[in-house]
């Protein structure tokens, strides 16, 4: 599966963003989707995941009541809605996709990247 995030940008401290990640190739609905984020000189980090159905999520402590992430099985996609943004949600933001499925929080449980889109918080 190939995958291609957009909806990155620009936005004020308490703005929000709706990031969406776009799955190409068979199988979507088979696979647990996740997304990730990296800031300058630091690791991949988890932010949150769905499983193959939609029906259970999971968040970092960080994000958690500000982010929700959902899915369209129909149109091979899954978003990230991020609400309340922080200068400090400021990264690149990866969406991955798991053949196991499921909802894992480990950059190396996951087998397929999207290209990331960046995500800029001002204060």
């Known amino acids: 599966v190939q995958l291609q995030a957009s909806g990155g940008g620009l936005v004020q401290a308490g703005g929000s963003l709706r990031l969406s990640c776009a799955a190409s190739g068979r199988g979507f609905s088979l696979y647990g989707m996740g997304w990730f984020r990296q800031a300058p000189g630091k690791e991949r980090e988890f932010v949150a995941s769905i499983t193959q159905s939609g029906g259970i999520t999971y968040y970092a402590d960080s994000v958690k009541g500000r982010f929700t992430v959902s899915r369209e099985n129909a149109k091979n996609t899954v978003y990230l809605q991020m609400n309340s943004l922080k200068p400090e949600d400021t990264a690149v933001y990866y969406c991955?996709?798991?053949?196991?499925?499921?909802?894992?929080?480990?950059?190396?449980?996951?087998?397929?990247w999207g290209q990331g889109t960046q995500v800029t918080v001002s204060s």
């Open positions: 991955a996709a798991r053949s196991l499925g499921g909802m894992r929080a480990g950059v190396s449980e996951y087998d397929y």
